[in-house]
């Protein structure tokens, strides 16, 4: 009986080495799962938790494709050690069903014991995201989290299909075969792969290409966060031509020059691609993912800059929270020509009218831009391209942008529905399409329009027009206004301060990208060291047949550069095609936009755990098999 076989029957998972990679991450993953379940619920029964669920479904999006990819190869890196034995179970008698059975109750076991544990901590890990929520103004400060079975339970039913059918798919071919022939193979990997596979990878290839591209059809952020999922499809097409592909890049590396350490570590890395694709796809998923969603969100922050910068032409712009009182008193004063107070206003928005049924989860929480009746005298300009910002002085009127046109289907004369706080949500007609809404948000309504539902339209901002900018500035700052709340600025300063204040928002998405490439970090290095110990009977062998411990040594390291070279290679081209399109849709044709210090850091790391995975892992087995070899005179040594 296989390890995994007792395993079974015993429930000794301390005998089980080849199953503590799948434990951790499966472990990991439930933990990544839940954490988001807690995020969900706790928004769900807050009354203003609108934007934690937004933030957590768009997390749960990334995180669940993640989980698919690391669970999955990792499952099959584990199972596929076990060829030997599958083939050899099914030559003394046992059934390719029973076979099936056997596994899936292993990979059910390892599932229901690590999942339910990984979840756990999630629910105790949840806690320390509240302060960065808090923080990116997602939250408010008084956020209670909420506590239940669900998202453990979800974390279990969301990673036993994907284990079960990463099971059957490692085993697939082996019990497909002849046992005979499953046991003349289970040594030698296959450097082919089929035509259905060779298609798919064609296929999910070009809808990569496809995807980066689409700011050209969707321009905006709509556009950009589409082009951003481009890195997952072009990751997904690796894994499935990874084998064919990696072996046709090695041969043509060639083996026969090289000391004998590069020569084996070339042979071996050709002739066990599959191996290699397996630890290859979690390293290019961290760089490749993790440098798109830093290079998305220092493009978002350039386009909004850039769209304030364009549409704002005022001399002076006043905030603080003392603003509202001082309306009147501002508008008199000497060398002030024309003042615009606006209002940030919050509401929710349903952005599909089929999504009724998912009540809360439906709507969108939205911080609307309110106008004053006079309108913005040109020192506010959201670059209109349909309709006018003057029909806004009718009731149940709003002007959306770009995105919220693509996100919602509405046009000109149609109806959004929003619902201003009273939970009875009404009708609003589309009157105005604008560009600018990262810059001025994507919903702009009357100032009267929104008191007309209860709302406070509390001035919070005011566009100074003056004669002497510097004059008003230094009044601003006498006795007259000491004490006040005021923070008064230029065009430039003001847009800083709101690049400022959308840090928060940043850093937010830079703790949540961390924790998921942490997870792929992890998953990464247990599969190298999973793979590596079980190649403890070839290691073997070599030291038998004449090779030195230096000479393993070197071919593990050049192993590992290799291992690394080519993840940094597939997560590189991943990126290209994708910061690309993100740059095209929201800043123009313009040189991409890259995060050079989070592609940096992360290709250090994705070179450098295959170092110190692979060496340490061959070095200890080495100097636990001190066997006697025979040397090149014949005497042993």
Excluded: C
């Excluded at 990979?107 to 629910?123: C, Q």
């Excluded at 792969?193 to 064609?202: D, N, V």
């Excluded at 703790?511 to 942490?518: C, K, N, P, Q």
């Amino acid at each position: 009986m296989s390890t995994l076989g007792r395993i079974t029957r015993s429930g000794a998972l301390a005998h089980a080495p080849s199953l503590v990679a799948p434990f951790v991450v499966v472990a990991l993953a439930a933990a990544l799962v839940s954490v988001t379940g807690v995020l969900v619920e706790s928004g769900l029964r807050s009354d203003d938790g609108g934007m934690v669920v937004a933030v957590a479904s768009s997390f749960a999006g990334t995180a669940l494709v993640l989980v698919i990819f690391v669970v999955t190869a990792t499952v099959q890196l584990a199972l596929r050690q076990r060829h030997r034995d599958l083939a050899l179970m099914r030559a003394v008698g046992a059934t390719a069903a029973q076979m099936r059975a056997l596994v899936a109750r292993e990979v059910t076991l390892v599932t229901v014991t690590a999942a339910p544990l990984g979840a756990l901590a999630g629910l105790y890990a949840a806690p320390l995201l509240t302060p960065s929520l808090v923080a990116a103004g997602v939250a408010d400060p008084g956020l209670t989290l909420h506590f239940s079975p669900a998202p453990v339970v979800a974390a279990v039913l969301v990673l036993l299909p994907v284990t079960l059918l990463a099971a059957r798919l490692a085993t697939r071919a082996t019990l497909r075969q002849a046992p005979t022939t499953a046991v003349a193979q289970s040594l030698v990997e296959p450097l082919d792969i089929g035509r259905t596979r060779k298609l798919s990878a064609a296929v999910v290839a070009g809808l990569g290409l496809v995807t980066a591209f689409s700011p050209v059809v969707v321009p905006g952020t709509l556009g950009a966060a589409t082009s951003a999922v481009s890195a997952f499809l072009l990751i997904g097409a690796v894994a499935l031509a990874g084998p064919a592909l990696v072996a046709w890049v090695l041969e043509r590396t060639g083996t026969a020059h090289g000391t004998p350490a590069v020569r084996l570590a070339l042979a071996n890395t050709r002739g066990f691609s599959r191996r290699l694709t397996t630890v290859v796809v979690p390293l290019a998923l961290a760089l490749g993912v993790g440098t798109v969603q830093a290079s998305t969100d220092d493009a978002l922050a350039k386009a909004a800059g850039a769209q304030l910068r364009a549409g704002l032409a005022a001399d002076l712009v006043v905030t603080g929270a003392d603003v509202g009182d001082q309306v009147a008193e501002l508008s008199s004063l000497a060398g002030v020509d024309d003042v615009v107070a606006l209002s940030r206003v919050p509401a929710k928005v349903r952005t599909d009218d089929e999504s009724q049924w998912l009540g809360a989860l439906g709507w969108e929480p939205v911080a609307m831009l309110a106008l004053p009746p006079e309108g913005t005298r040109g020192m506010l300009d959201p670059s209109v391209v349909e309709g006018d910002l003057a029909a806004l002085a009718e009731p149940g009127t709003i002007a959306i942008s770009r995105d919220a046109q693509f996100d919602t289907g509405k046009g000109i004369g149609e109806e959004i529905a929003v619902d201003w706080g009273t939970g009875t949500p009404v009708g609003a007609k589309v009157v105005a399409i604008h560009e600018r809404g990262l810059g001025f948000g994507d919903y702009l309504v009357a100032q009267d329009s929104a008191a007309a539902h209860g709302v406070d339209v509390r001035p919070d901002t005011l566009l100074l027009g003056t004669d002497d900018a510097t004059a008003v500035r230094d009044h601003l700052a006498g006795p007259g206004f000491a004490g006040l709340d005021l923070v008064v600025q230029d065009e430039a300063g003001h847009v800083q301060q709101m690049t400022i204040a959308a840090e928060g928002a940043t850093r937010l998405s830079s703790v949540l990208l961390l924790a998921l490439l942490l997870f792929v970090g992890v998953a990464a290095a247990n599969a190298l060291v999973l793979s590596t110990a079980g190649r403890a009977g070839e290691l073997l062998l070599l030291r038998r047949t004449g090779a030195t411990r230096r000479q393993l040594l070197a071919m593990a390291g050049v192993e590992s550069l290799v291992t690394g070279g080519v993840a940094w290679l597939v997560g590189t081209a991943t990126v290209v095609p994708a910061a690309v399109g993100v740059t095209s849709g929201l800043l123009g044709w313009a040189a991409p936009a890259v995060a050079w210090t989070t592609y940096g850091w992360l290709s250090l790391t994705v070179l450098l755990i295959p170092l110190l995975t692979v060496v340490p892992v061959v070095a200890r087995g080495l100097l636990a098999h001190r066997v006697p070899v025979l040397g090149a005179a014949g005497r042993l040594s």
